[in-house]
């Protein structure tokens, strides 16, 4: 593979205002093509600190926030692998469900629906997301799907909500992550 294409999907969760420093510069830095989706509410948290356009600036590819139109053609390229980073409680359960009701979820679940393209996802959760009743369900519903989850104690203890504002994401995992679906 000469230059592979990550389809980033991020949410609107802690760590999102780090993606482009710790995830997207280190790729393209490494030869990757990173187009970015992100779901409504995290297109608000980037256009209000600067980063939307700094993003779009780095990786050369329009960020989408919304689905086209049935006249327009997709603004992004054939992907070789799907990354959800950071995921939310609500967007893992969306895509446990099958549920597509924006850009950013309509992009993943069709892969994992497919099964031709990899998903890495990164639920960025705290303790109160994990203990929901249909949480371990949903976990279980994606791995069952073959997606593949940088999630355990090992990498994201869980921690109490509000807890742990400002907490490192495990980029140097999630990185990993991405690059071991690709050349496998
Ligand atoms: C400041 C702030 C931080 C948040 N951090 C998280 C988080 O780390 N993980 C999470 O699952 N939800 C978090 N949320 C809640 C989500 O933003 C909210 O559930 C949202 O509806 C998710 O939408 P999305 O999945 O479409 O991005 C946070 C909300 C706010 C206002």
Redesign the pocket.
Known sequence: MTEPTLGLVC????GLEDVRAELIKPLVTDGWRVAVTV????AEWLRSSGEFDLIEELTGISVRDRPKLPTEVSPHPTVDCYAVV?A????VAKLALGIAD?QALTQVCEAIGGGDVPVVVFP???AA?AGQPAWTAHIEALTRAGVHLVYGHDVWPLHAPRSAPGKILPWDDIRKAISRVVSA
Do not use: L
């Open positions: 949410c609107s969760a802690g779901t409504p509410t995290a950071p939310t409680a609500n967007t924006n960025r959760v705290n997301h």
